[in-house]
């Protein structure tokens, strides 16, 4: 089983590109994360999405964009780079309802320097 | 605001000791709490869901104190493959399906 499944695993920006980071579950979860992970801190949420066709801001979403494509991808673009969001970003899934989450499964991340 | 603590670490343990670590919640009305393992470099991953009192899962225990807002992870024989960073996690009753986490805390199993 593949889980989730997230693309690049490693990519080196300059300042002021952009791109697109790909997340697609199997798992028919509900709801979709991005979050960025900093060393010695812990997860940040960046966006989320409780179900197909909505979208929330996290608690750190400045400089970034979400598409929830379908039930199973949810992308993040980051419009003009900044060394700011050279971190590990992970996407994940989970099965909600009625306001719980039940764990997270996921991706394996990807790693973004921005020089 | 909603928090998480833990203790960093990182807690240096002899193989075959039982190690144990709490993680302190900010808000009362918190409905589900987890603990997740993540290895260097690794996505963290789920180690056990603490819904009620607490649970057992071979080596590990979990245990909840609603009325002290903690929660804890007990790990008994400790083995060196327990090496890792362990993630509290508490999903917070009025977040909207948002997970709170900790920072971790870095567990060493020594020989």
């Known amino acids: 089983n593949a889980g989730v499944t997230q693309t690049p695993k490693f990519q080196v920006l300059k300042t002021g590109q952009s791109m697109t980071l790909q997340c697609a579950q199997d798992m028919n979860h509900n709801s979709m994360y991005w979050y960025r992970q900093d060393p010695g801190m812990g997860l940040r949420l960046i966006y989320y999405s409780a179900s197909e066709g909505t979208t929330d801001k996290g608690e750190v979403p400045n400089g970034y964009n979400v598409s929830r494509l379908n039930k199973r991808e949810f992308s993040l673009r980051l419009e003009s780079a900044a060394p700011s969001q050279t971190s590990v970003y992970f996407c994940?899934?989970?099965?909600?309802?009625?306001?719980?989450?039940?764990?997270?499964?996921f991706g394996s991340g990807t790693r973004l320097t921005v020089v | 605001r909603k928090e998480v603590e833990q203790d960093p670490g990182p807690f240096n343990v002899p193989e075959g000791a039982t190690v144990a670590f709490n993680c302190t919640y900010s808000?009362?009305?918190?409905?589900?709490f987890f603990w997740y393992r993540q290895d260097c470099r690794k996505e963290p991953k789920l180690l056990m869901s603490v819904y009620s009192s607490g649970n057992e899962d071979g080596r590990f225990t979990a245990q909840l104190n609603r009325a002290s807002q903690y929660i804890s992870l007990l790990i008994r024989d400790s083995k060196l493959s327990d090496s890792a960073t362990y993630l509290c996690?508490?999903?917070?009753?009025?977040?909207?399906?948002?997970?709170?986490w900790g920072a971790g805390t870095k567990l060493i199993i020594k020989p």
């Open positions: 808000n009362s009305a918190s409905q589900s």
């Open positions: 994940a899934s989970s099965f909600s309802t009625e306001g719980v989450s039940y764990g997270y499964t």
């Open positions: 996690v508490v999903n917070f009753m009025d977040s909207n399906y948002q997970l709170i």
